[in-house]
């Protein structure tokens, strides 16, 4: 009933910048949160940076893991079911494949249900 695409991926070096894009369709209501999760080569998946809605005033809380804190920043735009991830000074320890996630309330048999999705991922290497 969802579907996730990234973009933006790529290869960089180090001390470079990508923007990462994920675009969120389907039978969509709302969405209370959306993120990105990435997973190195022999690593498990970890949580990157979250935005979440936090108030009925539409205000939003975003969330960092330590190791990007002042170097990769997320935004939302709500109104294009949009989360980005701007990735600055980035390090070789940030090659990975990045996933988008999203905390989604959606239609369906008439009702409004509510799950998880991901998408495929996108590759970002830092290398020099």
């Known amino acids: 009933q969802v579907q996730l695409v990234e973009s933006g991926g790529g290869s960089v070096q180090p001390g470079g910048s990508l923007k990462l894009s994920c675009v969120a369709s389907?039978?969509?209501?709302?969405?209370?949160?959306m993120g990105w999760y990435r997973q190195a080569p022999g690593k498990e998946r970890e949580l990157v940076a979250s935005?979440?809605?936090?108030?009925?005033?539409?205000?939003?809380?975003?969330n960092y893991a330590d190791s990007v804190k002042g170097r990769f920043s997320i935004s939302r735009d709500k109104v294009k079911n949009t989360v980005y991830l701007q990735m600055d000074s980035l390090e070789t320890e940030d090659t990975a494949v990045y996933f988008c996630?999203?905390?989604?309330?959606?239609?369906?048999?008439?009702?409004?249900?509510?799950?998880?999705?991901w998408g495929q991922g996108t590759q970002v290497t830092v290398s020099s």
């Open positions: 996630s999203a905390d989604v309330y959606y239609h369906a048999n008439q009702q409004i249900l509510r799950g998880d999705y």
């Open positions: 389907g039978s969509i209501f709302s969405i209370y949160a």
């Open positions: 935005i979440t809605s936090s108030d009925i005033h539409g205000g939003e809380t975003t």
